[in-house]
Protein backbone atom coordinates (compact mmCIF):
# COMPACT_ATOMS: atom_id res chain seq x y z
CA UNK A 1 0.00 0.00 0.00
CA UNK A 2 1.62 3.57 -0.67
CA UNK A 3 2.01 4.82 2.36
CA UNK A 4 0.95 8.33 2.01
CA UNK A 5 -2.48 7.13 1.18
CA UNK A 6 -1.60 4.42 4.51
CA UNK A 7 -0.91 8.19 5.96
CA UNK A 8 -4.62 9.12 4.90
CA UNK A 9 -6.55 6.35 5.95
CA UNK A 10 -4.88 6.92 9.41
CA UNK A 11 -6.10 10.41 10.12
CA UNK A 12 -9.54 9.68 8.29
CA UNK A 13 -9.68 7.11 11.00
CA UNK A 14 -8.58 8.66 14.30
CA UNK A 15 -10.96 12.23 13.26
CA UNK A 16 -14.06 10.48 12.64
CA UNK A 17 -13.62 8.06 15.71
CA UNK A 18 -13.24 11.38 18.18
CA UNK A 19 -16.29 13.16 15.82
CA UNK A 20 -18.22 9.90 16.26
CA UNK A 21 -18.04 10.80 19.84
CA UNK A 22 -18.03 14.49 19.92
CA UNK A 23 -20.91 14.66 17.22
CA UNK A 24 -23.15 12.73 19.44
CA UNK A 25 -22.06 13.86 23.33
CA UNK A 26 -21.76 18.10 22.49
CA UNK A 27 -25.74 18.64 22.20
CA UNK A 28 -26.27 16.48 25.54
CA UNK A 29 -22.86 18.08 27.19
CA UNK A 30 -24.54 21.39 26.58
CA UNK A 31 -28.04 20.20 27.74
CA UNK A 32 -27.03 19.36 30.31
CA UNK A 33 -24.88 23.26 30.47
CA UNK A 34 -28.07 24.23 30.70
CA UNK A 35 -28.44 25.34 27.46
CA UNK A 36 -31.91 25.32 25.94
CA UNK A 37 -32.44 23.72 22.38
CA UNK A 38 -31.91 26.58 20.64
CA UNK A 39 -28.94 27.20 21.80
CA UNK A 40 -27.90 23.87 20.99
CA UNK A 41 -29.06 24.15 17.36
CA UNK A 42 -27.15 27.49 17.46
CA UNK A 43 -23.96 25.22 18.44
CA UNK A 44 -24.44 22.55 15.68
CA UNK A 45 -24.56 26.00 13.31
CA UNK A 46 -21.18 26.90 14.55
CA UNK A 47 -19.41 23.89 14.01
CA UNK A 48 -20.57 24.40 10.27
CA UNK A 49 -20.00 27.71 9.79
CA UNK A 50 -16.13 26.89 11.08
CA UNK A 51 -15.79 23.95 8.39
CA UNK A 52 -17.06 26.88 5.87
CA UNK A 53 -14.44 29.27 6.68
CA UNK A 54 -11.67 26.32 6.39
CA UNK A 55 -12.91 25.58 3.34
CA UNK A 56 -12.96 29.31 2.01
CA UNK A 57 -9.13 30.07 3.06
CA UNK A 58 -8.48 26.77 1.62
CA UNK A 59 -10.00 28.44 -1.93
CA UNK A 60 -8.88 31.32 -1.51
CA UNK A 61 -5.62 30.44 -0.96
CA UNK A 62 -4.98 27.68 -3.20
CA UNK A 63 -2.87 28.84 -5.42
CA UNK A 64 -0.07 30.21 -2.34
CA UNK A 65 0.02 27.56 0.51
CA UNK A 66 0.76 23.80 -0.09
CA UNK A 67 -1.76 20.68 0.61
CA UNK A 68 0.71 19.62 3.69
CA UNK A 69 1.10 22.78 5.26
CA UNK A 70 -3.17 23.61 5.42
CA UNK A 71 -3.20 20.04 6.55
CA UNK A 72 -0.74 20.62 9.66
CA UNK A 73 -2.98 23.89 10.20
CA UNK A 74 -6.19 22.41 10.07
CA UNK A 75 -4.58 19.58 12.47
CA UNK A 76 -3.60 21.93 14.69
CA UNK A 77 -6.58 23.64 15.19
CA UNK A 78 -8.40 20.96 15.72
CA UNK A 79 -5.87 19.57 18.64
CA UNK A 80 -6.66 23.36 20.16
CA UNK A 81 -10.37 22.83 20.35
CA UNK A 82 -10.06 19.54 22.06
CA UNK A 83 -8.29 20.93 24.64
CA UNK A 84 -10.22 24.03 25.11
CA UNK A 85 -13.46 22.17 25.65
CA UNK A 86 -11.81 20.28 28.24
CA UNK A 87 -10.49 23.41 30.01
CA UNK A 88 -13.21 25.45 29.60
CA UNK A 89 -17.37 25.53 29.94
CA UNK A 90 -17.43 29.25 29.03
CA UNK A 91 -20.22 29.28 26.30
CA UNK A 92 -17.98 31.89 24.55
CA UNK A 93 -14.87 29.38 24.17
CA UNK A 94 -17.35 27.09 23.86
CA UNK A 95 -18.67 28.25 20.48
CA UNK A 96 -14.93 30.06 19.85
CA UNK A 97 -13.83 25.83 19.86
CA UNK A 98 -16.49 24.57 17.94
CA UNK A 99 -15.89 27.05 14.98
CA UNK A 100 -12.25 25.50 15.16
CA UNK A 101 -12.58 22.51 15.54
CA UNK A 102 -13.74 20.58 12.44
CA UNK A 103 -15.86 18.19 13.78
CA UNK A 104 -17.54 16.45 11.66
CA UNK A 105 -21.68 16.39 13.02
CA UNK A 106 -22.76 13.99 10.49
CA UNK A 107 -20.49 10.92 10.61
CA UNK A 108 -19.23 12.21 6.89
CA UNK A 109 -16.80 15.33 6.63
CA UNK A 110 -17.68 18.13 4.47
CA UNK A 111 -14.64 20.32 5.86
CA UNK A 112 -10.77 20.61 4.80
CA UNK A 113 -9.57 17.86 5.57
CA UNK A 114 -12.12 15.74 3.26
CA UNK A 115 -11.36 18.33 0.46
CA UNK A 116 -7.79 17.77 0.18
CA UNK A 117 -7.45 13.90 0.98
CA UNK A 118 -10.07 13.13 -1.91
CA UNK A 119 -8.59 15.57 -4.00
CA UNK A 120 -5.10 13.92 -4.03
CA UNK A 121 -6.18 10.17 -3.26
CA UNK A 122 -6.39 8.70 -6.80
CA UNK A 123 -2.67 10.20 -7.14
CA UNK A 124 -2.25 7.87 -4.41
CA UNK A 125 -3.43 4.83 -5.95
CA UNK A 126 -3.65 2.77 -8.98
CA UNK A 127 -5.72 4.07 -11.20
CA UNK A 128 -7.90 1.27 -11.71
CA UNK A 129 -8.30 1.16 -8.19
CA UNK A 130 -9.56 4.26 -7.48
CA UNK A 131 -13.38 3.61 -7.02
CA UNK A 132 -12.18 1.37 -4.20
CA UNK A 133 -9.82 3.34 -2.53
CA UNK A 134 -12.90 5.69 -1.97
CA UNK A 135 -15.04 3.03 -0.75
CA UNK A 136 -12.06 1.43 1.65
CA UNK A 137 -11.16 5.22 2.50
CA UNK A 138 -15.12 5.51 3.48
CA UNK A 139 -15.68 2.39 5.14
CA UNK A 140 -12.93 2.95 7.22
CA UNK A 141 -14.43 6.73 8.40
CA UNK A 142 -18.07 5.06 9.36
CA UNK A 143 -16.51 1.83 10.82
CA UNK A 144 -14.04 4.10 13.39
CA UNK A 145 -17.32 6.84 13.65
CA UNK A 146 -19.18 3.63 14.78
CA UNK A 147 -16.85 3.01 17.24
CA UNK A 148 -17.03 6.91 18.57
CA UNK A 149 -20.60 6.64 18.63
CA UNK A 150 -20.71 3.42 21.11
CA UNK A 151 -17.87 4.84 23.10
CA UNK A 152 -20.47 7.99 23.44
CA UNK A 153 -22.52 6.09 25.58
CA UNK A 154 -20.04 6.30 28.90
CA UNK A 155 -21.09 9.81 30.24
CA UNK A 156 -24.44 7.80 31.18
CA UNK A 157 -22.76 5.19 33.15
CA UNK A 158 -21.53 7.91 35.16
CA UNK A 159 -24.83 9.73 35.76
CA UNK A 160 -24.09 12.32 33.10
CA UNK A 161 -21.49 13.67 35.30
CA UNK A 162 -19.89 17.06 33.53
CA UNK A 163 -16.00 15.53 34.00
CA UNK A 164 -17.01 12.70 32.16
CA UNK A 165 -17.84 14.40 29.03
CA UNK A 166 -14.99 16.89 29.04
CA UNK A 167 -12.61 13.68 29.58
CA UNK A 168 -13.70 12.61 25.81
CA UNK A 169 -12.27 16.89 24.51
CA UNK A 170 -8.92 15.74 26.09
CA UNK A 171 -8.89 12.71 23.97
CA UNK A 172 -9.56 14.99 20.69
CA UNK A 173 -7.09 17.67 21.42
CA UNK A 174 -5.04 14.48 22.05
CA UNK A 175 -6.17 13.38 19.00
CA UNK A 176 -5.67 16.25 16.73
CA UNK A 177 -1.31 15.87 17.81
CA UNK A 178 -1.31 12.84 16.59
CA UNK A 179 -2.90 13.76 13.17
CA UNK A 180 -0.47 16.64 12.99
CA UNK A 181 2.41 14.81 13.68
CA UNK A 182 1.31 11.64 11.19
CA UNK A 183 0.98 14.95 8.60
CA UNK A 184 4.31 16.32 9.84
CA UNK A 185 5.42 12.92 8.11
CA UNK A 186 3.44 12.99 5.24
CA UNK A 187 5.22 13.71 1.68
CA UNK A 188 2.99 14.47 -1.69
CA UNK A 189 5.20 15.80 -4.03
CA UNK A 190 2.57 18.60 -5.58
CA UNK A 191 2.56 19.62 -8.50
CA UNK A 192 2.72 23.57 -8.83
CA UNK A 193 0.14 23.11 -11.85
CA UNK A 194 -2.60 21.45 -9.90
CA UNK A 195 -2.70 24.94 -7.59
CA UNK A 196 -5.54 26.51 -9.55
CA UNK A 197 -7.84 28.48 -8.39
CA UNK A 198 -11.24 28.99 -10.23
CA UNK A 199 -10.36 32.15 -12.27
CA UNK A 200 -7.72 29.21 -13.72
CA UNK A 201 -10.77 26.15 -14.70
CA UNK A 202 -11.97 26.64 -18.76
CA UNK A 203 -15.06 27.03 -19.65
CA UNK A 204 -16.35 23.28 -19.62
CA UNK A 205 -14.97 22.90 -16.30
CA UNK A 206 -16.59 26.25 -14.93
CA UNK A 207 -20.10 24.79 -16.19
CA UNK A 208 -19.79 21.67 -14.53
CA UNK A 209 -18.43 23.54 -10.83
CA UNK A 210 -21.30 25.89 -10.74
CA UNK A 211 -23.68 22.95 -11.71
CA UNK A 212 -22.56 20.41 -9.80
CA UNK A 213 -21.87 22.42 -7.12
CA UNK A 214 -25.86 23.86 -6.97
CA UNK A 215 -26.89 20.53 -7.04
CA UNK A 216 -23.84 19.15 -3.98
CA UNK A 217 -25.54 22.23 -2.08
CA UNK A 218 -29.47 21.45 -2.47
CA UNK A 219 -28.25 18.02 -0.97
CA UNK A 220 -26.97 19.41 1.81
CA UNK A 221 -29.31 22.01 2.27
CA UNK A 222 -31.70 18.91 3.20
CA UNK A 223 -28.71 16.99 5.08
CA UNK A 224 -28.39 20.24 7.47
CA UNK A 225 -31.72 19.17 8.62
CA UNK A 226 -30.58 15.58 9.97
CA UNK A 227 -26.93 15.54 11.29
CA UNK A 228 -26.16 13.38 13.22
CA UNK A 229 -26.16 15.01 16.30
CA UNK A 230 -29.73 16.48 15.79
CA UNK A 231 -30.69 12.90 14.93
CA UNK A 232 -29.59 11.89 18.40
CA UNK A 233 -30.94 14.73 20.53
CA UNK A 234 -34.08 14.19 18.67
CA UNK A 235 -34.43 11.02 20.05
CA UNK A 236 -33.94 11.81 23.24
CA UNK A 237 -36.78 14.62 23.20
CA UNK A 238 -39.51 12.21 21.29
CA UNK A 239 -38.55 9.23 23.13
CA UNK A 240 -36.87 10.14 26.11
CA UNK A 241 -33.83 7.83 25.08
CA UNK A 242 -30.67 8.07 26.70
CA UNK A 243 -27.09 7.64 25.69
CA UNK A 244 -27.03 4.25 26.97
CA UNK A 245 -29.47 2.80 24.51
CA UNK A 246 -28.50 6.11 21.32
CA UNK A 247 -24.12 4.74 21.88
CA UNK A 248 -25.14 1.87 20.83
CA UNK A 249 -28.16 2.76 18.40
CA UNK A 250 -25.58 5.28 16.68
CA UNK A 251 -22.76 2.16 16.28
CA UNK A 252 -25.05 0.45 14.77
CA UNK A 253 -26.02 2.85 12.31
CA UNK A 254 -22.18 3.32 11.76
CA UNK A 255 -21.58 0.11 11.19
CA UNK A 256 -24.40 -0.58 8.38
CA UNK A 257 -23.21 2.82 6.46
CA UNK A 258 -19.57 1.37 6.64
CA UNK A 259 -20.35 -1.98 5.19
CA UNK A 260 -22.61 -0.23 2.48
CA UNK A 261 -19.77 2.20 1.43
CA UNK A 262 -17.71 -1.55 0.66
CA UNK A 263 -20.66 -2.29 -1.50
CA UNK A 264 -21.39 0.93 -3.21
CA UNK A 265 -18.08 0.27 -5.42
CA UNK A 266 -19.18 -3.02 -6.30
CA UNK A 267 -22.56 -1.93 -7.77
CA UNK A 268 -21.08 1.11 -9.44
CA UNK A 269 -18.89 -0.99 -11.04
CA UNK A 270 -21.90 -2.72 -12.82
CA UNK A 271 -24.74 0.22 -12.67
CA UNK A 272 -22.34 3.39 -12.94
CA UNK A 273 -21.52 5.94 -10.52
CA UNK A 274 -24.22 8.32 -11.58
CA UNK A 275 -27.09 5.43 -11.05
CA UNK A 276 -25.65 4.16 -7.99
CA UNK A 277 -25.47 7.69 -6.06
CA UNK A 278 -29.57 8.36 -7.19
CA UNK A 279 -30.87 4.99 -6.85
CA UNK A 280 -29.66 4.17 -3.27
CA UNK A 281 -29.68 7.50 -2.48
CA UNK A 282 -33.45 8.26 -3.24
CA UNK A 283 -34.32 4.87 -1.30
CA UNK A 284 -32.50 6.17 1.49
CA UNK A 285 -34.96 9.15 1.19
CA UNK A 286 -38.14 7.59 1.58
CA UNK A 287 -36.81 5.67 4.56
CA UNK A 288 -35.97 8.75 6.05
CA UNK A 289 -39.42 10.83 5.93
CA UNK A 290 -40.70 7.49 7.68
CA UNK A 291 -38.74 8.02 10.70
CA UNK A 292 -41.32 10.25 12.63
CA UNK A 293 -44.51 9.75 11.32
CA UNK A 294 -44.94 6.21 14.10
CA UNK A 295 -45.06 6.82 17.71
CA UNK A 296 -42.56 3.90 18.46
CA UNK A 297 -38.79 4.02 19.03
CA UNK A 298 -38.04 0.74 17.51
CA UNK A 299 -40.19 1.69 14.22
CA UNK A 300 -38.67 4.86 14.30
CA UNK A 301 -34.93 3.21 15.06
CA UNK A 302 -35.89 0.99 12.18
CA UNK A 303 -36.35 3.23 9.73
CA UNK A 304 -33.01 5.04 10.82
CA UNK A 305 -31.53 1.92 10.23
CA UNK A 306 -32.88 1.17 6.71
CA UNK A 307 -32.29 4.57 5.73
CA UNK A 308 -28.46 4.37 6.88
CA UNK A 309 -27.74 1.07 5.07
CA UNK A 310 -27.77 3.35 1.54
CA UNK A 311 -27.85 6.74 2.38
CA UNK A 312 -23.83 6.88 2.04
CA UNK A 313 -23.87 4.74 -0.37
CA UNK A 314 -23.07 7.59 -2.61
CA UNK A 315 -20.28 9.37 -1.11
CA UNK A 316 -17.44 6.92 -2.89
CA UNK A 317 -19.52 7.20 -5.96
CA UNK A 318 -19.91 10.54 -6.09
CA UNK A 319 -16.15 11.20 -5.15
CA UNK A 320 -15.65 8.75 -8.28
CA UNK A 321 -18.42 10.72 -10.32
CA UNK A 322 -16.28 13.57 -9.93
CA UNK A 323 -12.89 11.94 -10.74
CA UNK A 324 -14.70 11.38 -14.11
CA UNK A 325 -16.10 14.51 -15.13
CA UNK A 326 -13.28 16.87 -13.63
CA UNK A 327 -9.30 16.86 -14.45
CA UNK A 328 -6.56 15.83 -12.13
CA UNK A 329 -5.34 19.34 -11.75
CA UNK A 330 -8.99 20.75 -10.83
CA UNK A 331 -10.10 18.17 -8.19
CA UNK A 332 -8.82 19.75 -4.57
CA UNK A 333 -10.36 23.44 -5.97
CA UNK A 334 -13.66 21.63 -6.71
CA UNK A 335 -13.99 19.56 -3.46
CA UNK A 336 -12.62 23.07 -1.59
CA UNK A 337 -15.25 25.19 -3.51
CA UNK A 338 -17.93 22.62 -3.59
CA UNK A 339 -17.76 21.54 0.01
CA UNK A 340 -17.57 25.50 1.27
CA UNK A 341 -21.35 26.11 -0.51
CA UNK A 342 -22.26 22.79 0.86
CA UNK A 343 -21.03 23.83 4.27
CA UNK A 344 -23.23 27.20 3.97
CA UNK A 345 -26.10 25.41 2.30
CA UNK A 346 -26.24 23.19 5.81
CA UNK A 347 -25.82 26.02 8.18
CA UNK A 348 -29.69 26.39 7.91
CA UNK A 349 -30.82 23.19 8.83
CA UNK A 350 -29.50 23.26 12.55
CA UNK A 351 -31.22 26.29 13.35
CA UNK A 352 -34.27 25.76 11.98
CA UNK A 353 -34.71 22.52 13.84
CA UNK A 354 -33.64 24.49 17.19
CA UNK A 355 -36.75 26.33 16.78
CA UNK A 356 -39.19 23.56 15.51
CA UNK A 357 -38.20 20.92 18.35
CA UNK A 358 -38.41 24.03 20.78
CA UNK A 359 -42.08 23.86 19.68
CA UNK A 360 -43.05 20.64 19.37
CA UNK A 361 -42.43 20.13 15.61
CA UNK A 362 -40.77 16.79 15.45
CA UNK A 363 -41.51 16.20 12.02
CA UNK A 364 -39.87 18.88 10.28
CA UNK A 365 -36.02 18.28 9.93
CA UNK A 366 -37.13 14.43 8.62
CA UNK A 367 -39.71 16.09 6.01
CA UNK A 368 -37.84 19.27 4.96
CA UNK A 369 -34.63 16.95 5.23
CA UNK A 370 -35.66 14.10 3.01
CA UNK A 371 -38.14 16.12 0.35
CA UNK A 372 -35.53 18.47 -0.64
CA UNK A 373 -32.72 15.38 -0.83
CA UNK A 374 -35.46 14.20 -3.17
CA UNK A 375 -35.42 16.80 -5.48
CA UNK A 376 -31.11 16.96 -5.70
CA UNK A 377 -31.43 13.58 -6.72
CA UNK A 378 -34.00 13.49 -9.80
CA UNK A 379 -32.27 16.70 -10.58
CA UNK A 380 -28.72 15.80 -10.82
CA UNK A 381 -29.78 12.19 -12.93
CA UNK A 382 -31.69 14.89 -15.30
CA UNK A 383 -28.38 17.21 -16.14
CA UNK A 384 -25.73 14.22 -16.24
CA UNK A 385 -27.93 10.98 -17.69
CA UNK A 386 -26.15 11.51 -20.55
CA UNK A 387 -22.67 12.06 -19.58
CA UNK A 388 -21.71 9.27 -17.10
CA UNK A 389 -23.74 6.46 -16.38
Known amino acids: MNIGFARILMSKSIRVFLSGIVSILTPFYLKYLGFSPFLIGISIFVIVLGNVVQNLILTWFRSKINIKTYLLIVSLLFSISGFILFISSSIFLIFLSLFIGNISTTGNETGPFQSIEAGILPDLVDKNFVKRA???????????????????????????????????????????????????????????????????FDKKAKRDLYLITALFSTDALGGGF????????????????????????????????????????????????????????????????????????????????????????????????????????????????????????????????????????????????????????????????????
Open 134 to 200: YGIYNFLGYTFSSLGALTSSIPAYFNYDIFSFKIFYLLYGIGGLIIFINYVKFNYKEDESTRLSLKD
Open 226 to 389: IVQSIVAYWFNLRYGISLKVLGPLFTAVNIITAISLLLAPLIAERLGNLRTMVITHLISNVFLIMIPIFSSFWISAMFLLLRQSMSQMDVPTRQAFIVEIFKREYRVSFNSISNTFRSISSLFGSPLDGVALENGLLILPFFAGGFIKIFYDFSIFYFYRNRTK
